[in-house]
């Protein structure tokens, strides 16, 4: 055997098929009964065929690697869609989210205090630019932000990844990465680890515990097999790869970079309501709230239905935990938004930080590219990939598939070179 993959994400799987294509001989080893990591799909929680995005749920302008591939393998896309408006000023920034629907302390914010808002933040951002390692809360203090400004400025950095004001980086909402331009999938998001699986050999609920050197090759042990490899590609999470034996231990610079990658807490909320288009009218396309639904975005269903997808974090509450009540909050949103009482007829929660095997989401905004090159960097024939690693769109779908692509081509390289020296 070739190549081992640990993991069966995005990372993983663009890794196998690159090494695939090349004629490797490659098995991909995944610890969960599932595929594509956080790009699961719940087609059994709503109804009228629509489906719930348990973790990404877009593409946004920029993440060319993925739009190319649903393109070429028809994958459908829904029509481009802006989160948000531009603006102040007809462009994007830090303050342009505060001009779209706002619900604070179970209330409605009003378009002309949104615009208040808005405008005193963009001045701010234009008078005092953030650092870009500044966090959002550390920024809104320094440039004097009014109590009002900073509260609903320091919001949304619950959009994605679910995290804090006081450790976001301020590059992450100023100008912003996210959410500006998207397209979401027609079905979910794991349509694409669907139709990147393709005739790759992936073994489902296997753990791996256990890295071992054997000479130039590796023994990976799982729960129940051993494989040995040439090389091996790991594309677990942060979380998992803590948690597998490395025999010889990895190096100090790369436990250390992996210690120090701080992981958010939190999860997906997704709930379907009757009367979607007067709720589309009065909260779509997105809304920001202070509550434990951070951010939520809606997708028009059949049947004059609308699916609203949310961000939750884990803040110690139990909230993640306790469905009904986690749905309530969603619920108590939507009426604040349309002022009148919604109906719900599905939903679901999902709590990632509860997932053994991804205790999370790996939080990219500290620490920054050099920390991820460091994540990155090979140890031998250890090859690492995955969104820590990503150098552009670090914590999106985007950056996973391109990690992996970049872990396989390591391999092919080392391979090239060596029968070029054979030769």
Known sequence: MTTVVVGAGLAGLFAGRRLTAAGEDVVVL????????????????????????????????????????????????????????????????????LLGNLVEDGQRVS????????????????????????TVAAWGRRAGLSR?????????????PVQRPAVTSSWHVHPGDIGRLCWLLDGSTDVIAQQAAEGLDIRYEQPVRLISRIGSSYRVATEHDEFVADEVVITASVHAIRRIGFDPVLPDWKTSALLRSPMT?????????????????????????????????????A??????????????????????????????????????????????????TREEFFGGVVSSQSGGA?????????????????EATGSRWATAMEGAARSGERAADEILLKHRARQGQLA
């Open 370 to 386: 050099a920390r991820r090159q460091v994540i990155a960097a090979p140890v031998g024939g250890l090859h690492f990939a995955g």
């Open 148 to 160: 009002a400004a900073f509260a609903r400025y320091t919001m949304q950095t619950g959009f994605n």
């Open 111 to 134: 378009e002309e205090e949104r615009e208040r808002l808005a405008k005193e933040v963009g001045e701010a951002l234009a008078a005092t630019p953030p650092g870009t390692a500044e």
């Open 30 to 97: 995944e610890a969960t009964p599932h595929l594509g990591g956080r790009t699961r799909g719940d087609r059994e929680a709503l109804r009228f065929g629509a489906v719930a995005d348990l973790g990404a749920s877009f593409l946004d302008r920029g993440q060319d690697f993925l739009l190319r591939f649903c393109l070429e393998h028809g994958i459908k896309l829904s029509a481009e869609l802006a989160l948000y408006p531009k603006g102040p000023g007809e462009r994007y920034s830090g303050a342009s989210i």
């Open 303 to 352: 049947e004059d239905t609308v699916t609203v997808l949310g961000t939750m974090p884990d803040t110690g509450d139990g909230l993640l935990d306790d469905h009904d009540r986690a749905l309530a909050v969603l619920d108590d949103q939507i009426r604040a938004m349309t002022g009148f009482e919604p109906v719900r007829i599905g939903g679901v929660v999902q709590n990632w």
């Open 265 to 301: 807490q939190g999860g997906k909320i997704v709930g379907q309501y009757r009367d979607g288009r007067r709720i589309w009218d009065a909260a779509g396309p997105s809304v920001l709230t202070d509550s434990g639904a951070a951010m939520f975005w809606l997708r028009r269903t």
